[in-house]
């Protein structure tokens, strides 16, 4: 049982590339969150998921697009990424409950 | 979701209980309080949550003041493990729409040898 794991744990980009960050769990949970965390701040959620199929926006979804083709995945994708998107990324699920589980994240540069 | 007032940081000798405090002064009936903490540069770690009563498992436990507007976590003995920035969440229940964790500033709390 690996939990919640994130790939890549790393990435670096130039500004306009585009990427895809892919989360998987295995614990049959329906709901999953992907958050971002910049320097000294606590974590902001970006995108989440409340079952296979759906979507729905965060606090800050802007330049951010996500899908849950699978119930045990949830993909994060930049279009064109920016300095700003610069941040360590965490994807979470849980079972419709408040414990969340959380991955070990992805630190993501964008020069 | 009710807003939490954490203190910035704080220091505890290792061995020692560590007492987190935590106000939700804003709180409602249908809200949990919820403890997470982060290592340095890890994911998140879920630590324990209760609504009304003082839970306890094998980490910590919580004490969630009468009125539940204010709760502090203790972790009985802290080891140097156990230093990390702690963060108080209050939710509403199950089944609420996305299910989602609000985190603020959280404590950072450094324990000492």
């Known amino acids: 049982n690996a939990g919640v794991t994130q790939t890549p744990k790393f990435r670096v980009l130039k500004t306009g590339q585009s990427m895809t960050l892919l989360c998987a769990q295995d614990m049959n949970h329906e709901y999953m969150y992907w958050y971002r965390q910049d320097p000294g701040m606590g974590l902001r959620l970006i995108h989440y998921s409340v079952g296979e199929g759906t979507t729905a926006k965060g606090e800050v979804p802007d330049g951010y697009n996500v899908s849950r083709l699978k119930k045990q995945n949830f993909l994060l994708g930049l279009e064109s990424a920016a300095p700003s998107q610069t941040s360590v990324y965490f994807c979470?699920?849980?079972?419709?409950?408040?414990?969340?589980?959380f991955g070990p994240g992805t630190r993501l540069t964008v020069l | 979701d009710a807003k939490t007032t954490q203190p910035t940081s704080m220091d505890c000798a290792e061995g020692r209980a560590a007492n987190l405090p935590c106000n939700h002064s804003?709180?409602?009936?249908?809200?949990?309080v919820y403890w997470y903490r982060q290592i340095h540069s890890q994911g998140p770690q879920y630590i324990i949550h209760g609504l009304k009563n003082n839970e306890t498992n094998e980490m910590a436990s919580l004490i969630i003041t009468e009125d539940r507007k204010s709760s502090t976590l203790i972790l009985p003995h802290a080891t140097l493990r156990d230093t990390a920035v702690y963060y108080c969440?209050?939710?509403?229940?199950?089944?609420?729409?996305?299910?989602?964790?609000?985190f603020g500033g959280g404590t950072r709390v450094l324990v000492k040898p």
């Open positions: 969440i209050v939710r509403v229940g199950e089944m609420a729409a996305g299910n989602k964790l609000t």
């Open positions: 804003t709180i409602s009936g249908n809200e949990y």
């Open positions: 979470a699920s849980s079972y419709f409950t408040g414990t969340q589980y």
